[in-house]
């Protein structure tokens, strides 16, 4: 369990797969991680919120992103090239969560200022771990930036 006084940190998981959102969630939940998780399935979904267009009035910046790559209509990379392009969202932590091993994903995911590069663990146990050790870091190590 993380530190149940702690602020909850707001997540937006971009994601496309409703299975692995199910996962995600379940993972958060079983480790306690104090959050609130949003969630956007692709690219162009995941910009409208951050930029908050739309039906997105009133969405809150996230502390941090969980990115995936492979999506229909925009990927992740080029979200991720979006981003930090935007002085307005440039400084909010994207953390590359996806299936790919792919040593190309990887290095134009840096290149791109990714701040960490994670593969999806297949089974639940390993999420589960993953996502225990994401809220430890985000909760007790990492200093975020103010809004701009």
């Known amino acids: 369990m993380f530190m149940p006084d702690a602020t909850p940190i707001e997540i937006l998981l971009v994601e496309d797969s409703e299975p ?7 993972a958060f939940a079983a480790a306690g991680v104090a959050n609130r998780l949003h969630i956007t399935r ?22 941090v992103i969980l990115l995936d790559i492979n999506m229909p209509r925009m990927n ?13 969202l440039m400084t909010i932590p994207v953390i590359v969560l996806t299936t790919s091993e792919a040593d190309e994903d ?37 200093r975020l930036p103010p809004p701009t």
């Open 20 to 26: 692995d959102i199910l996962l995600t969630e379940e």
């Open 42 to 63: 692709d690219g162009v979904e995941a910009l409208a919120f951050l930029r908050r267009d739309d039906v997105y009035a009133g969405a809150p910046r996230p502390d």
């Open 76 to 88: 992740g990379l080029e979200v991720l090239a979006e981003l930090k392009r935007d002085p307005q």
């Open 106 to 142: 990887i290095l134009r995911s840096y290149q791109a200022h990714a701040a960490s590069y994670v593969v999806k663990p297949i089974d639940f146990e390993h999420f589960y771990q993953a996502i225990q050790a994401f809220g430890r870091y985000m909760l007790s190590i990492v």
